[in-house]
Nanobody, 127 residues
């Protein structure tokens, strides 16, 4: 059973930056697409950003384009989400997830295409 562990969340002022990390307790991430989702209070969980297994393709939800960057270091078995110019509306619990498509060349945006999830890390943005 793969367990994903997120870190890097916290409290930041609007306009500030945070970098989230995600690594598994065991097993490789290297061969799978990875994604970040978030869930704000009272809202459904939504896709934020994702990256293919080799890092060649990334995908972002419109509201975070040009502010967030998803990346991965397969040698370290870790995925990152660099969040810049944070806004109060970015405040949520952020989850990383491992995709089901081994060596897939696309980044799925639906939750059903992800089989392992982290417990989430809270991001709080003060205005």
């Amino acid at each position: 059973q793969v367990q994903l562990v997120e870190s890097g969340g916290g409290l930041v002022q609007a306009g500030g930056s945070l970098r989230l990390s995600c690594a598994p307790s065991e097993g490789p991430l290297s061969y799978y697409p990875m994604a970040w989702f978030r869930q704000a209070p009272g809202k459904e969980r939504e896709f934020v950003a994702g990256i293919t297994w080799n890092g060649r393709t990334t995908s972002y939800t419109e509201s975070v384009k040009d502010r967030f960057t998803v990346s991965r270091d397969n040698a370290k078995n870790t995925v990152y989400l660099q969040m810049n110019s944070l806004k109060p509306e970015d405040m949520a619990v952020y989850y990383c997830a491992r995709g089901t498509g081994l060596f897939s060349a696309i980044v799925p945006t639906k939750e059903t295409h992800y089989d392992y999830w982290g417990q989430g890390t809270q991001v709080i943005v003060s205005s």
